[in-house]
């Protein structure tokens, strides 16, 4: 009943020595990484779930928990090569999904929103997802293949393929934004050379009215040299563009 549960175990772990530098060798990897212990455990508990064996399923899951600080649902599904790295306290629910060569850092969520049995309430992550420590991803939707979660996200609606998914609540990166090796595994979500949205739309205001002020400035004084009548207006601080930046980074 169980001959299959671990015949993928050497990809796991080649997938684990791959994915993390620390990693040194195989029985390193089998021996001394709570986040494989995890997904072993689950793969046991996830048969007894559909053989109906519901109690022993969640004693399992349960001492895996003790054993790893891990927590996943016996009916939960996880795909093949997935890495949890660290993974203490994380938390994956019953009705989430997790596709082949996923990567969930330590804190992370997989959370349902609605209390209603027997109906998809967690979400589903696509083949190649990151999702960063602390990231809390809830509700019945998809991440699409290869997106990234930030760490400390709060994502409560649809991240699409490629995107990245960043603050809380939640804003998308869109692919077409990132960079071109958008499927390169990004530790803890992190893309290299990214910015967030916010951040650049706040920037680009800021830029503006420094501009707007200096051409106002400029016509005023065109103004006054052409003699035209030009009341002025209390000076307040001018506008340091620099220094705004800076707290918007």
């Known amino acids: 009943m169980f001959s299959n549960l671990f015949a993928n175990l050497r990809g796991d772990i080649q997938s684990i020595i791959q994915r993390d530098p620390a990693a040194r060798n195989g029985w390193e990897v089998l021996t001394c990484y709570p986040g494989l212990h995890a997904v072993i455990l689950h793969r046991w508990a996830h048969a007894c779930w559909k053989l109906n064996l519901k109690w022993v399923g969640r004693f399992i899951s349960y001492v895996a928990r003790i054993i790893t600080g891990i927590e996943i649902h016996p009916g939960a599904t996880i795909g093949r090569r997935v890495f949890i790295d660290h993974g203490f306290g994380v938390v994956i629910g019953e009705t989430a999904v997790v596709g082949d060569d996923c990567t969930i850092y330590q804190g992370v969520t997989l959370g349902g929103t609605t209390l209603v ?133």
Not at 136 to 145: D, K, M, N, P
Not at 170 to 199: C, M, W
Not at 226 to 238: F, I, N, R, S
């Open 117 to 249: 049995a027997g109906t998809k309430r967690h979400p589903t992550l696509e083949r190649g997802v990151i999702v960063g420590a602390g990231a809390q991803v809830l509700g019945a939707f998809t991440v699409g293949e290869y997106a990234k979660v930030g760490s400390n996200a709060v994502v409560i609606k649809p991240v699409p393929s490629g995107a990245t998914a960043v603050g809380n609540p939640a804003h998308i990166i869109r692919k077409e934004e990132q960079s071109r090796s958008a499927q390169l595994f990004a530790a803890y979500g992190v893309t290299p050379n990214g910015d967030d949205p916010l951040s650049k739309a706040l920037r680009a205001l800021v830029d503006h009215v420094a501009r707007q002020d200096e051409q106002i400035e400029r016509l005023t004084n065109t103004m006054r040299e052409a003699g035209l009548c030009c009341p002025k207006v209390a000076e307040g601080d001018k506008l340091d563009s620099e220094q705004l930046n800076r707290l918007v980074d």
